[in-house]
């Protein structure tokens, strides 16, 4: 039998994990509920925000890499400050894919097909941007965010991951207090649930849709940032993050908040003790079988609503 | 036959397969077999996209299953042309899995779905300790030196590869007259009713998820062939094919043409693949030319090519492409009404 | 207050509204007759900006609303009450309403609104933190109008079908709290099915096929041939 102390580790590294997990699909899901449509582009913006706190970091002097020099700022600006200005730049860039992108097809016929399409692009569009810029190289950010761990008895916790998991959760409780009690907040939500009737209240349902995309395109930047600090960098690390936000909107219901932070979770322990039994590269195919699982039982994940 | 149909296809076809007795350069007659095939993709991913309305998006899947078993059974000792045929079939019945979705979800979850699966599958035979039943797919390595097809007594690589040339345009005739006939025929009309009104055609009697199976699986096997006929061509097949990038591309060759639209895939493949080829050694610039031209054509033109020369010969003029523009810019701006 | 001029509308290629003009005076109770399916809730859509004329002039309060957003409508005190009360189902009942006061104006006196309200309506009060899903038609109903009342200074509350699927007894109370709204200074338009509730209106337009059929005073248009023919049976 499996001894406790083995059990423990793979629980915490879930609990971190599925915090992040939240995290990146949060930002799928506010778009999806508010705007109706599917953003391929999300795991883009999570490799721009990871790569532009790279930038804004990493010292000249770590940048030669094969004789050739990839450019950084030198501003060598600490983590934690970099990140500020990366969350915002991409946030800016999710309103204007909003407004470029999505505002003209939604108007038009086959919206799903169309904006499935653009997303793609666009993800196309910065995945080749970052590899003409930063090269097709793996990185890592200069230095690590917090040096140290922590033991609670047989346990060992990195500060990184009390960083990661504080900074998560801090930001999807706050995400919670906006929507539910700032006015934007409900604007949003309102928007959601009808769009015509929050018209009707006032609410000027197209700001509310650039709010939205830019919300959830910074979600996304501030998971990248998070992930890259115990992950490589290159242009296309976003892939997995997407496919695992995929996965999570599908289990938990695309479109509902609580289905998608639930759903993240068990996505995550899911993956950490199938590593623990098998091997680390069963983690995400088991996920994959669950999210059959749930084809066959409940189509619409845990928590989603028909489709209308 | 309608002059249209002489004009648009007859005669072009017919000067294709004249071309290589006239033209010398083997790259052409490797590029124009290539668009023939991916023509085939095209035709058969825009009838499931644009006739029956279904957001499928794991056409790779039929390409790989069939592309991977042409190339298994080459390599074990059958005719290329056998394995291209059973490879068909093959994927036809995995567009059948696939068509027992579309009976569970619609809309965004089918979308979802299909491609999550396709990804799972994507990761499944990349492994190396991967389930026997997927044993034809040898993991990341991918089949390579896959024999040459040998009919007829002679290697058809011989001259450039004419013969697969030849090869290539009966198939791509063959598929597009079954499409024409499958689109006049009640099916045509079947599709167009799942499509546009999924609820009044049940009401009629229609069986619709009948129709979604015989569309999943006619489909799947189109692709399939074709991606048979390509591993044999190529003589190699690996796991790539069922990344994104893929579906990017069988995705552009329907929008670039238009969706919908009969001749539109093969606008799209003429335009693709040369493009492709044109663009690869210029590496990451290829794919960021390609996303901006795509995303160009989805937002000023989403009727693609083919829908857009149909406006301009329907006695709307140069104008219209530059009103689409304007359009965009326009809404882009706000200044129109929500 | 609001004037339509010779407005055409519809949806895609359907024109619904064949060119229809009338005049709702400031303060005025009027009302909006006709079988289904002839455009009566397509004026109200139309009015509110849900929907955008493709010719003729809306103008309110003296200005051209012509093509404007909803929102912006809403913010200049003409309410639209959709059918069916269309409430925020995954919101409470407080949220709901708070919703309603969403534009700027009304959101600084979203405390003193709410009190306002629940004045109005104190059986909507008790429920407050409950899921407008889980509320009866008739308390829908009352919600629906309650969030449109909490826009700052609301001009003229169009309301489509305040009886629809609603018992007697509830219409009843619907339309006394109508008359409570109305003395306090805000014009109604209702859109309705049954001409019995509707006999103290100011002014009455019958709609038929997209057109302003007939209009008058309430007892000139209810006792009318046109009108007992089209209502014969009801």
């Not at chain 1, 490799?47 to 060598?76: C, D, H, K």
């Not at chain 1, 929050?198 to 930047?221: E, H, K, M, R």
């Not at chain 2, 009976?103 to 979802?112: E, F, K, Q, T, W």
């Not at chain 3, 309603?100 to 008790?126: H, T």
Request: proline share 4%; aromatic share 12%; with cysteine.
């Amino acid at each position: 039998m499996v001894e406790t102390a083995l059990l423990l580790p793979p629980l915490l590294s879930a609990i971190i994990l599925g915090s992040l997990y939240a995290l990146m699909a949060m930002g799928l899901t506010l778009i999806y509920s508010t705007i109706r449509i599917l953003n391929f582009a999300h795991g883009a913006f999570f490799m721009a925000g990871a790569y532009i706190v790279w930038w804004l970091n990493t010292p000249e002097s770590a940048t030669r890499l094969f004789g050739t020099m990839i450019p950084v700022s030198g501003l060598q600006l600490p983590l934690f400050v970099a990140v500020i200005p990366a969350v915002i730049i991409i946030f800016g860039a999710g309103v204007v894919t909003q407004k470029a992108l999505i505002l003209p097809l939604i108007r038009k016929p086959n919206t799903l097909i169309t904006t499935l399409v653009a997303t793609l692009a666009l993800a196309t569009i910065l995945e080749s941007v970052a590899t003409v810029i930063f090269g097709g190289g793996r990185f890592s950010y200069a230095q690590e965010l917090v040096v140290g761990n922590v033991r609670f008895g047989e346990l060992i916790v990195t500060y990184v991951e009390i960083i990661q998991f504080a900074v998560a959760i801090g930001v999807l409780v706050a995400l919670y207090l906006f929507l539910k009690k700032s006015r934007i907040g409900i604007g949003m939500r309102a928007v959601a649930q009808d769009l015509d009737a929050a018209s009707l209240c006032g609410i000027d349902t197209q700001t509310v849709y650039l709010l939205t995309f830019g919300i959830g395109a910074a979600l996304a930047a501030l998971a990248g940032f998070l992930l890259t600090n115990i992950i490589f960098l290159s242009p296309s690390v976003g892939a997995t993050p997407l496919t695992i936000a995929f996965i999570v909107v599908v289990f938990g219901g695309i479109g509902s908040v609580p289905g998608t932070v639930i759903a993240s979770y068990v996505v995550a322990l899911v993956q950490q003790y199938v590593t623990l039994l098998l091997d680390p590269s069963w983690g995400l195919s088991f996920a994959f079988i669950l999210m059959i699982a749930v084809l066959i039982i409940r189509p619409r994940g845990l928590f989603g609503f028909k489709e209308t | 036959m309608r002059l249209r149909t002489i004009f648009l296809f007859v005669l072009p076809v017919a000067i294709l397969s004249l071309y290589p007795r006239v033209a010398e350069q083997g790259y052409l007659t490797y590029t124009l077999i290539v668009i023939l095939a991916y023509s085939i993709i095209g035709f058969y991913y825009n009838m499931l996209l644009g006739n029956v309305g279904i957001p499928f998006l794991g056409p790779m899947v039929p390409y790989a299953v069939g592309g991977y078993t042409a190339g298994y059974l080459a390599l074990n000792g059958y005719n290329p042309l056998i394995g291209i045929v059973v490879g068909s079939f093959f994927a036809a019945g995995s567009g059948f899995a696939f068509s027992l979705l579309s009976n569970r979800v619609r809309g965004l979850y089918m979308a979802l779905y299909s491609l999550v699966i396709t990804l799972f599958f994507h990761q499944l035979i990349v492994r190396s300790d991967i389930p026997a039943i997927f044993h034809i797919f040898v993991g990341a390595i991918g089949q390579n030196n896959i024999p040459d097809i040998t009919l007829g007594g002679f290697r058809w690589r011989l001259g450039d590869g004419v013969a697969y040339y030849y090869l290539g345009i009966l198939l791509f005739v063959g598929s597009a007259i079954f499409l024409k006939i499958l689109l006049d025929s009640r099916f045509g009309v079947a599709f167009k009713a799942v499509r546009d009104a999924e609820v009044y055609a049940a009401s009629l009697g229609i069986g619709i998820f009948r129709v979604k199976v015989i569309a999943f699986l006619v489909s799947s096997f189109f692709i399939g062939l074709s991606g048979g006929f390509l591993t044999i061509f190529y003589q190699a097949v690996g796991p790539d094919i069922l990344e994104t990038s893929n579906m990017l591309l069988f995705f552009s060759m329907v929008v670039f043409g238009g969706l919908g639209t009969f001749f539109g895939p093969v606008v799209g493949a003429f335009i693709l693949v040369p493009l492709n080829n044109y663009l690869t050694p210029y590496g990451a610039w290829r794919l960021f030319a390609w996303g901006l031209a795509i995303l160009f054509v989805v937002l000023v033109a989403p009727e693609g090519a083919v829908g857009k020369a149909e406006h301009l010969l329907r006695g709307r003029s140069i104008r219209g492409l530059i009103g689409s523009a304007r359009a965009w810019t326009r809404t882009a701006s706000g200044t129109s009404t929500s | 207050m609001l004037v339509l001029e010779n407005v055409r509308s519809g949806y895609g290629q359907v024109e619904v509204l064949k060119g229809v003009s009338f005049e709702i005076k400031k303060g005025e109770y009027a009302a909006i007759i006709g079988a289904n399916g002839h455009g009566k809730t397509t004026i109200l859509r139309t009015a509110s900006g849900l929907l955008r004329p493709s010719s003729g002039k809306v103008k309110f309060d003296g200005e051209d609303i012509t093509g404007m957003p909803a929102y912006k409508v809403a913010e200049k005190g003409l309410i639209h009450i959709p059918e069916g009360a269309r409430l925020f189902p995954q919101m409470t009942v407080q949220e709901n309403l708070v919703a309603g006061a969403f534009a700027k104006s009304s959101w600084r006196n979203k405390a003193k609104n709410l009190a306002r309200v629940y004045q109005l309506f104190p059986n909507i009060a008790e429920r407050k933190n409950q899921l407008a899903l889980t509320l009866s038609g008739g308390e829908r109903q009352t919600v629906a109008i309650a969030r449109g009342l909490m826009a700052e200074n609301v001009k003229l509350l169009m309301i489509d079908e305040p009886s629809a699927g609603l018992a007697p007894i509830l219409i009843d109370e619907v339309y006394e709290k109508i008359g409570e709204i109305r003395k306090t200074g805000v014009g109604v338009l209702v859109v309705e099915q049954s001409p019995k509730r509707i006999a103290d209106c100011d002014c009455i337009y019958l709609i038929e096929n997209g057109e302003v059929r007939m209009q008058g005073s309430a007892k000139e248009v209810l006792e009318s041939k046109e009108v007992m023919q089209a209502y014969l049976g009801s």
